[in-house]
Each structure stands twice: as structure tokens, then as C-alpha cells.
């Protein structure tokens, strides 16, 4: 066996991820689940919240997509900036405890302004929660095995939905709605303190190499933050992973912040149902489609980076009849049917965005870089998603009461193509810098 060969089994052993790393990231997912289950909660709970404080779906819309949105999206650029320059457990910990109380509040708010103002503080909080641990995520796992470790850890969005909804439900049934908020609050918290107890700050770019030589230096000097923001709306490909992001969680947050309210006013689901049925929909639909991705551009990226636009572009065309079929669907049972196939295929997105921009940018950059990717997919997506829907049901509402929901939905489908298109766009794009390249991924 030559030296060069045994020299770069000698690295792949070295950079293999260890125990710590496995450990980190099991810490990070549960976070990550905590984090999604309490910004999901309002709409999973959408309907005795709407029974005991009187608010419209446009009302529901906006508090659970702009006004989050504008607070977790904008907050994000600073917070990543600073996490940037700083411990990133540390970031991550103060921010779990922030948003973690910001949601005992939303359990004691009476109206609908306290209400807003308390999300509008739980979306605070999260700005400092996702995009720190994509980057620790990133120095404990070495390139090669990141879309894998990323993958496992963006299953956090889908099991907090399903815990949430079994939690959330549960818990409504048995006592109250405030009581969901406040409980999943008082969890928050011990979990911040886990954080600061057993995840360690890893090296900055231990686990990266420049041009397949040395692994870059933790030391070296961060780079500003306007020239990262330059860098990253400049760059095609960036540009257009954050778009077609943006265009596919416009469908997924607008679907996830309403279907427990659809199923229940107009498939005639009970909150008892929704715990069970929907919750194992979520968790193992969303939880599968999100490890899957991941694993498949771990196989097909190192033959083209095409793979991180083309795998996403396939499973929302896939997706599409089969969600046409939910919203038509005259009975729940069936309606659940259908809608397993475009909860399994709509997130074939995530993995491929995160492990693009991970990969793309420098070690000194990756907070700041994924969360501008967060700040662009969630404006859309969070932000405008669920605000447009909830517009369209209130507007066709007194025209059409018993299905005003259901219409809304229908109108997501051109959504859908959009993304399609723009992820074929990324494609493309990947395409011609590979030419340009010579061929090589």
C-alpha cells in the first residue's frame, strides 16, 4: 500500500467523528426539538386558543409567521455575527433560556396583544438557536459526513411537531392550552442548563482543509460582517439555495401552521385523534424525508453538486398530486392518506440548503452565512407562508364558511412549481460552475 494511500486513511481516521461528537449532537437535535415544539405550539393548539381568546385565522397568521418572523429572522444577522466572534455554546444557551421563558408567558397572556408580544420574544430567543449549532455541528463533523450529521439533526423541526402535537393536545385535553405553554417552558430551561454543562466549543474549522491539504487554523482572523453579507448575496449559488428554500417553506410553514385547524374544522378530526394519528404522520414522515435527503446528497453530491438541487426539485414534483389529493379528500382517514406522501417529500429541501452553505463558506463565516440563510428562507417562508394563508381564509371566509380553509390550501399548488423552478435554477447554476471548473464537483 503506497504512503499516499495509507496518509489518507490515516486522516479519514483522525477526522472520523468520536463519541463527543455524537454526544453534542444528540444534545443539539434535543434542543433543536425543544426550539421547533415551542414555535409550533400556537398553531398546534390554534383552535381552544382561537376558542378562548376570539382570534381570526388572518389574526393566527400573523402572529405565528410575520411577527415571529420578522423578530427570529432580523435577530438572527446579529446573533450569528456575534456567535461568530464568540463561544457559540454560551450563544445558544442564553438564547434556549430566552425563548424558553417567552413561551411561560404566552401560558399567562389573556389577549391577543399580550399573546403577539409574547411570541414576538419567543422568536428573539430562537434567533440564537439554529444557526450557532449548525456551526458546531459543522467543527465536530468533517465534509463527507455532514449532510448525514445535519440531516440527523433537522429532525429536530419534525419530532418537536410530533411531540408537540401529542404533548400540546394531550395536556390541552386534560387541563388547558396555558398549561402546554407553561410545561414546555419549564423544560426549556433545564435543557439550557444542560447545554452549558456538557457541549464543549469545538475548534473553528478543526475538521477543514484548503485544497485537500492542511486543516484550517481556528486562529485565523474572522472575517466582517458586511463582507460576509456581501459575499453570500453575490454568489449565485447561495443566492438561489436561499430562494428556493424560501419558496418551499412558503408551502411548508403555511401547511404546518394550519393543518391541525384544517383537520379539525373541516375533516372533523378531534384533539384526541390529532394527538395520536397526526403526531405519528409528522414524526415519521417529516423525520424520515429530512434523514433521507441527507444521506442521499452524502451519496450523490461527491459525484456533482447538482444532487443538492435536483434531489429537492424531484420530491416536490413528486409531491404536489398527492397534496392536491389531501386537501380534496372528503374524510380525514383518507385525507391522512394522502397527506403521508407530501409530509414525507416536502422537506427533501433542508439538508441540501444547510450542508451547501456549510460547505461553501469559510469556517468564520458559517454562523453568519446560515443564519442569512435563515433570515432569506424564513422571511418568505415563516414570514409570508402562514400570513398569506390565513389572509386567504378570512377572505373567502363569509363567502364560503364551512371550507374557506380548504381553499387556501388549493391555492399553495403554484407555490409549489415556483419552488420546483428554483431549485432546477440552483441545478443549473451548479452546473455551470462546474464547467467552469473543469468537471470537478
Not at 449532537?25 to 415551542?38: P, S
Not at 411537531?161 to 385535553?173: E, K, L, N, Y
Not at 452524502?298 to 424531484?314: E, H, L, N
Request: hydrophobic share 50%; aromatic share 12%.
Amino acid at each position: 500500500m503506497s504512503t499516499g494511500i495509507k496518509s489518507s486513511q490515516a486522516l479519514q481516521r483522525a477526522e472520523a467523528p468520536g463519541a463527543r461528537a455524537w454526544w453534542a449532537l444528540g444534545i443539539l437535535c434535543f434542543v433543536y426539538v425543544l426550539n421547533f415544539l415551542d414555535r409550533q405550539l400556537l398553531s398546534i393548539l390554534a383552535k381552544p386558543i382561537q376558542d378562548d381568546l376570539g382570534i381570526t385565522d388572518g389574526q393566527l397568521g400573523r402572529i405565528s409567521g410575520l411577527y415571529f418572523a420578522l423578530f427570529y429572522c432580523l435577530l438572527a444577522i446579529p446573533v450569528g455575527w456575534l456567535a461568530d466572534r464568540s463561544n457559540r455554546v454560551r450563544v445558544l444557551t442564553w438564547a434556549c433560556v430566552l425563548w424558553s421563558a417567552a413561551t411561560v408567558a404566552c401560558g399567562f397572556a389573556s389577549t391577543y396583544p399580550q399573546l403577539a408580544i409574547a411570541r414576538m420574544w419567543v422568536g428573539v430567543g430562537e434567533a440564537g438557536g439554529v444557526p450557532p449549532s449548525y456551526a458546531i455541528i459543522s467543527d465536530y463533523f468533517p465534509s463527507g459526513t455532514r449532510g448525514t450529521a445535519l440531516g440527523l439533526f433537522n429532525l429536530g423541526p419534525p419530532i418537536g411537531q410530533a411531540m408537540g402535537i401529542a404533548f400540546g393536545a394531550s395536556i390541552t385535553a386534560a387541563y388547558s392550552w396555558r398549561s402546554a405553554f407553561i410545561s414546555l417552558g419549564a423544560i426549556g430551561i433545564a435543557a439550557a442548563v444542560i447545554v452549558w454543562l456538557f457541549v464543549r466549543e469545538p475548534a473553528r474549522g478543526g475538521l477543514d482543509t484548503v485544497r485537500g491539504s492542511d486543516p484550517v487554523s481556528q486562529k485565523s482572523a474572522p472575517v466582517s460582517f458586511w463582507s460576509t453579507c456581501r459575499m453570500f448575496f453575490s454568489q449565485p449559488v447561495l443566492l438561489r439555495v436561499s430562494l428556493a428554500s424560501g419558496a418551499t417553506q412558503f408551502v411548508t410553514y403555511a401547511v404546518l401552521n394550519f393543518t391541525t385547524l384544517f383537520l379539525m374544522r373541516e375533516k372533523g378530526m378531534t384533539l384526541r385523534e390529532i394527538a395520536v394519528y397526526y403526531a405519528l404522520l409528522i414524526g415519521i414522515a417529516v423525520s424520515a424525508g429530512i434523514y433521507t435527503s441527507g444521506r442521499l446528497i452524502d451519496k450523490f453530491v461527491p459525484r456533482s453538486k447538482r444532487a443538492y438541487g435536483f434531489i429537492p426539485a424531484v420530491a416536490l414534483t413528486l409531491a404536489i398530486p398527492f397534496f392536491i389529493g389531501f386537501v380534496w379528500a372528503p374524510d380525514w382517514r383518507l385525507a391522512m392518506l394522502f397527506l403521508a406522501v407530501p409530509t414525507y417529500l416536502n422537506y427533501f429541501y433542508l439538508s441540501p440548503a444547510v450542508a451547501l452553505v456549510q460547505e461553501e463558506v469559510q469556517p468564520h463565516q458559517r454562523v453568519l452565512a446560515g443564519a442569512l440563510l435563515l433570515l432569506v428562507m424564513n422571511l418568505i417562508g415563516l414570514g409570508l407562508g402562514p400570513t398569506y394563508l390565513g389572509a386567504v381564509s378570512d377572505y373567502f371566509r363569509p363567502s364560503h364558511p364551512e371550507n374557506s380553509l380548504q381553499i387556501g390550501f388549493y391555492t399553495l399548488v403554484p407555490f409549489y412549481v415556483l419552488a420546483v423552478v428554483l431549485h432546477l435554477s440552483l441545478a443549473r447554476a451548479l452546473k455551470k460552475r462546474e464547467a467552469q471548473h473543469g468537471g470537478v464537483p
